[in-house]
């Protein structure tokens, strides 16, 4: 699967505040991905981001 900055995206871990759609805010050795829920960001080294993501929720708009 191939990502772009901007995507919603799905986890299979669920945030403390409920919610599995992060936004993807930066592509690089690391993810840097939004929580839908709550708007908190986390960084994720690129391997565990690949992981962790289930599937794109939504594509980003260009
Ligand atoms: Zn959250």
Redesign the pocket.
Known sequence: MEYNIGDIVRTKKV?????KLWKITRIGVDFKME??????VIMVERPKALKMITKIEKKAEN
């Open positions: 945030h403390p505040c409920g919610s929580c839908q829920g709550c708007g908190h």
